[in-house]
């Protein structure tokens, strides 16, 4: 009974059968890694996002912070104790938000954006100058860093 199962014909037809369910295997595989490469990198993404975004909110408000007290120290006209308590107080809540999300960014943005929150978060530290030297140094340094991140976080959006 098998001898005519092993008919030339029959032994073609099983090559192609095999070769057939073998390139579908083949293909399946190559387009489940496809997908899921494509999931990976997109997962990457949002997260570069987010993490750069929240960067960017927490400069945000640092430096609305830093130009109340620029304006206080330029205009000579002080809001009193309790916004200066507040606006302490929101500043820290701001400078912890920063550091928090800089080690997130520190693990998943490119080396640029890693570096340029390193070199803020030196900038805020610095101590022992003057306040209005210190409040002009903070400005300078979270207006540049703020720039340098919103360009890289366009260039990532389009995909450059």
């Keep these: 009974m098998l001898d005519s199962l092993m008919t030339p014909q029959v032994g073609g037809e099983a090559i192609k059968l095999a070769a057939s369910v ?9 387009a489940v890694r496809w997908a899921l490469d494509r999931y990976k990198k997109e997962k990457l993404w949002d997260r570069e996002v987010t993490a750069l975004t929240d960067v960017l909110l927490a400069i945000g408000e640092l430096r609305a912070i830093n130009s109340e007290w ?22 820290r809540i701001a400078k912890a938000k920063l550091d928090a999300v800089a080690s997130l960014a520190a693990m998943i943005l490119p080396k640029r954006a890693q570096n340029d929150i390193i070199l803020l978060s030196a900038a805020l530290r610095s101590e022992g100058k003057e306040w209005s030297t210190r409040l002009k140094d903070t400005d300078k340094a979270l207006t540049i860093i703020n720039d340098k991140l919103l360009e890289h976080g366009k260039k990532h959006l389009r995909g450059d």
């Design 70 to 91: 620029l304006r206080e120290l330029e205009t000579g006209v002080h809001s009193g104790e309790a916004a200066d308590a507040a606006r302490e107080t929101r500043w």
């Design 22 to 30: 073998g390139g579908a295997l083949l293909v399946a595989k190559l």
